[in-house]
């Protein structure tokens, strides 16, 4: 099992910059995709970005494309996300999302979930 914390969401201008951070712990995360979805009121939970632990692959979401960029550091157990020129619809609560990247390949969905970090924006 993998446990996730989200934290960074704050208020912010239009056109700001922001980085979240997801800290993982628990099972080892060299078999795991780690991802950032979030979800605004109203909407439904939608896929902003993912990345491999050991492959260091990299997905995003058409709507975040060049302006969000994941990372992670090894050490820390930690994944980024970097959200640049951000937007009023980039607010939405964050969540931090792991599986195993075998059971992503098969069509299977994230099993780990973070509890959520909001970000608001200010037009």
């Known amino acids: 099992q993998v446990q996730l914390r989200e934290s960074g969401g704050r208020l912010v201008q239009a056109g700001g910059s922001l980085e979240l951070s997801c800290a993982a712990s628990?099972?080892?995360?060299?078999?795991?995709?780690l991802g950032w979805f979030r979800q605004a009121p109203g909407k439904e939970r939608e896929f902003v970005s993912h990345i491999g632990w050991t492959s260091g692959s990299t997905a995003y979401a058409d709507s975040v494309q060049g302006r969000f960029t994941i990372s992670k550091e090894s050490a820390k157990n930690t994944v980024y996300l970097h959200m640049n020129n951000l937007k009023p619809d980039d607010a939405a609560v964050y969540f931090c999302?792991?599986?195993?990247?075998?059971?992503?390949?098969?069509?299977?969905?994230?099993?780990?979930w973070g509890h959520g970090t909001r970000v608001t924006v200010s037009s």
């Open positions: 999302a792991a599986v195993l990247v075998i059971v992503y390949a098969q069509g299977g969905r994230y099993d780990y």
């Open positions: 628990g099972d080892t995360l060299s078999y795991y995709l």
